[in-house]
Structures are given as C-alpha cells and as structure tokens.
C-alpha cells in the first residue's frame, strides 16, 4: 500500500515527506495506522555519520521514529494475541526466548540490536520503497512509526483501552517508560530516599514523576533550562539545580547531607556523568541512561567508596507490564505525563525536531493523521 512517511535522505538534510510503498504485515506482523508518534533523541541517532547515518549501522534512506501508537488495521499470519480494531502502544522489540527474555529483561535481549537498531529486518531487507523505487530502511524499533501506517511486530505492540487517547500514547513507548521504569526496576528506589536527575528531558521529568510515586524524599532535577526545573518542580522534584553551577554537585550533596543515594544521568555527556558520580553518598548508585559518544574517565576514588555505576536500556522494562502501570497511575492524576508533550502534524517534524533540541519543548509528538 502507499502510505505517506517522513524520510530522512541524508544525515545532514531535513526530513521529506514521500508517498512510499509498504508492504503488508508478514507472518508474525501487524499493521498500524500511526495515530502519534514521539520524537525521541534517539531517532536523531540517523543523523550521526559513522554510528547509525551514513557509513554506520543504519542504511540511508531511512524512517525513524519508535514511539509510535495506533490503530491494527490488518494481522499477518500467525498472529493470535492482537487484532483488528486493537489500540496499541508500541515499543523496542524482543525474542522473547532467550535467557535475558525469559528472566523478564527483554530489553537486554541477545538479539536487541539486530531488531530495533538497524532499521532493518534481522535478514537485511526492508518492507519499503520510495517513490522513486529505492529501498528505504523501516525496521527502527521494528515499527518506524514517523509515518501514517507502520509495522510492528506481537511483541512490540502492547493493547491498551480503546477509549485512551492515542495520540498521547506513543512517548511510553521509549522516553517516558526509559525514565520510569529506571526508578520502579532498576533502582528500585525507595520511600525517604534521595534521588538526583542530571537532564529535565524526557527521560529524566518521568524519572521525576517516578520518584514521587515511589515516595523519595528527596528529588533534585538538574538542567540548564529554566523553564523545564520549573516543570520539574511541578512535577514532584524538591530540589531545581542549574547544571552550568560549578559547584553543582557540592550543592547536591549538601542538600542531601553527604550525597544522594540514587542518580539518573540522562544527557549522555561525559563530564555531566563525572558531576554525578561526584554528587553520589558512599554506597550510591548511578544509573547511566544516556548514549555516550566519547570515553568515560573514572577516577582512582569514585567507586573506592562503594559506589555503583549502571549502564541502563528502556527502563529494563517489561512493557506490557510497566506501559499499563504508568497509564493507570496517569488515569488517577498521579503521572501526568502529558504535561511534557507538545503536538505537531507529521508535515512540520523538522519545525518539531529543531523545537526539542533548543529546548522550546519537552517531547514533540507527531500526528500522522493531521496534514497541516
């Protein structure tokens, strides 16, 4: 079927609007039509040569996008959980068979990157084709959901209620539930404890909310946007920290008399990493959720004292679990996520894409179905 999707061409230009040609689902698949889509900063992973763009992992042309939520519209073969008329939110995808599968760390699963980091098929092929008939890549998180219609996969496709509004939906795909799903499961973090939060973004405003939820006493947001501390305080952070102080983590040991017990760092940049191991109590531990481009430096003392650093994927969620537990705590006021979200029609995601690097919005969500 044609369909009309936001196609990058190369890592240095703007997307494209095109009309491709997608194939149908596959034994397995399911077609959705794309009611929301976020924009992760994940997906502008494409536009990195040497890593996912050109001369990378990642074949040009390509569609991003993988925190897509919609509408099944038609099932391949096989398919028995999922059905037509099925609202979905959708997410990395998963094995589901092998030992980190099996043990409820699916997103740790031995084939990850050959399904949600190539754009690509585990085989090399792609269900696309531009206009001009080239192959375009559209297995990005096994949905590239920067598009009206996208495929997924039974496993990353997670049924929610059909009165919930889609277009919503998609940021827990990724962002929200990354940020979230670090609190609830991999730091467990507990009632009275102190938690710091190195980047107001996505990512780090829904370890905030999480934070609240999970009942911490102490919860210190760090950015260089005034505005997104003040959303962070709103959201349930105690403590709003400008990250450009150079006595930043001075400060947050002080609030936290001696060190914070937990931190998220969420900007991936190394020297910000070095600030919160530094803002760390003896015993602390620091979850690292943002992608790196250059080395770590640890020093001789930072983990001496028995501090814990954490390489950390999507949370370590199990979405079908975490997605509906975040959307039950939204529908009783208690995780407004919404609150980051900024809607845009698919035809300005290059307005949308340069709004959320400077910082105008949290997270952009894109609606397929809207034209301008």
Known sequence: ?????????????????????????????????????????????FRTPGVYGEAGLLRLPAIAGHEGAGVIVEVGQGVRDLAIGDHVVLTFDSCGGCANCLTAHPAYCMEFQERNGTGREPDGSTPVRDSAGAPVSARWFQQSSFATHALATTRNAIVVDRSLPLELLGPLGCGVQTGAGTVFTELAVQPGSSLVVWGAGTVGLSAVMAAKVAGAGQI?????????????????????????????????????GGGARYGIEATGMPEVAGRAIASLATRGVLALVGLMYSDL?????????????????????VPGELIPRLIGLWQQGRFPFDRLISHYPLSAIN??????????VVKPVLLPRRSA
Do not use: K, W
């Open 1 to 45: 079927m044609r369909v009309q999707a936001a196609v990058l061409y190369g890592t240095d230009e703007p997307f494209r609007l095109d009309q491709v040609n997608l194939d149908g689902p596959g034994p397995g698949q399911v077609l959705v039509e794309v009611a929301g889509a976020g924009i992760c900063q994940s997906d502008l992973l």
């Open 220 to 256: 210190i947001a760090v950015d260089l946007h005034d505005e997104r501390l003040d959303l962070a305080r709103e959201l349930g952070a105690t403590h709003a920290l400008r990250g450009d102080d150079p006595d930043v983590a001075e400060r947050v040991r002080a609030f936290t």
């Open 297 to 317: 430096v640890i020093g001789p003392m930072d983990l001496a004292v028995g501090r814990t650093l954490i390489g950390v994927l999507t949370g370590d969620s």
């Open 351 to 360: 307005q949308a894409e340069q709004d959320m690097l400077g910082g105008a």
